[in-house]
């Protein structure tokens, strides 16, 4: 409920500062503006919805996504057909990545155009329920419409920074002194408050992350499960090599979690496995769960800037599930 509850209040504040911005620029510059400003949301909404509707392809060329049938991978159909009937929602396509590091991934228009894809790397590092519970987070990525909420959250920095670009630039060359100062000073506004929404939506998109690991859950998966997997990503992301984890850098808001921050995760993910038996059970778990965890500056840091939430905090989430 308090993840609803932050992303109801994540979407209120954004269109507040999108509607406070909007506010100070018809009582700064008058209303004789107005339709250029007008003009700007326009064109900001129709480049949204061009994203929105070629986004697929993109992600499937950048992907290098191949979809196989069910004769190709029964057991991948398998999984991903059980888990659809249980979250309610129509079978995703199903597809294998060609990316060599091990990771998943969902996207689509909509429920019934969404595409659930796995790289190659990761139908090699986990076992069976491992890869159940990475699906059942995917496909509850598809049952929330995550896409469609980060695609909508992500409107408003374009609008902020597109306000920016327009009224600062428009400023350096009106001859009005006045009114350039007035433009130049709202141009200001706007790239700060692009910093600020910027920020806001990749918190939006941790809240999401957190929230598709509890879907995954409430489809009968076992959060120790989901825990493993994650921790063997983190383990097979950092094994990647220099090349391939940059290759993957720009693609990571798709992945189940930032493949950049890898190598810096396992240090902290030592402390969970207590056996070190290269998995997390559910007594460490039950560990986790009563222990109280502290993230140095540097790691909140990055944490405020990343699309994925700190993967320590993350399976310490699993944790209060079990």
Not at 75 to 81: A, N, P, S, T, Y
Not at 82 to 90: C, D, F, Q, T, V
Not at 213 to 226: A, E, F, I, Y
Not at 266 to 290: A, F, W
Request: charged residues 25%.
């Amino acid at each position: 409920m308090w993840l609803q509850v932050r992303l109801i209040l994540l979407v209120g504040l954004m269109f507040s500062i999108l509607y406070g911005i909007l506010a100070l620029i018809g009582y700064a510059i008058g209303a004789r503006s107005y339709v250029f400003y007008i003009y700007l949301l326009a064109l900001a909404f129709l480049l949204i919805i061009i994203q929105y509707l070629s986004g697929p392809k993109l992600v499937e060329m950048s992907m290098r996504v191949r979809y196989v049938s069910e004769r190709e991978n029964p057991k991948l159909h398998r999984m991903v057909e059980e888990l659809s009937r249980e979250a309610g929602i129509p079978k995703p396509r199903v597809g294998i990545s060609e990316l060599k590091i091990p990771n998943a991934f969902a996207f689509g228009r909509s429920k019934r155009d969404a595409r659930v894809c796995v790289t190659k790397g990761i139908l090699e590092l986990l076992d069976d329920d491992e890869l159940k519970a990475v699906l059942g987070h995917e496909i509850s990525h598809i049952k929330h419409r995550d896409v469609a909420i980060i695609t909508l959250l992500s409107v408003i920095p374009m609008i902020c920074y597109m306000l920016y670009i327009s009224f600062l630039w428009g400023g350096m060359f009106s001859r009005d002194r006045r009114e350039a100062g007035i433009e130049m000073a709202v141009g200001i506004i706007a790239l700060l408050m692009y910093f600020v929404t910027s920020l806001l939506v990749m918190y939006g998109s941790r809240i999401r992350e957190y929230y598709a690991d509890l879907g995954s859950v409430r489809l009968g998966n076992h959060p120790s499960k989901l825990a493993t997997a994650l921790y063997k990503l983190v383990y097979g992301n950092a094994k990647a090599d220099e090349h391939t984890i940059r290759q993957a850098a720009g693609l990571k808001a798709f992945f189940l979690n930032d493949v950049s921050r890898a190598r810096d995760e396992i240090r902290e993910l030592r402390q969970i496995d207590l056996d070190m038996s290269g998995t997390i059970d559910e007594d460490e778990l039950k560990v986790l769960k009563e222990k109280r965890i502290k993230l140095s500056l540097e790691d909140r840091i990055m944490e405020l800037l990343s699309s994925h939430p700190n993967m320590l905090k993350r399976i310490k989430h699993l944790a209060s599930l079990t």
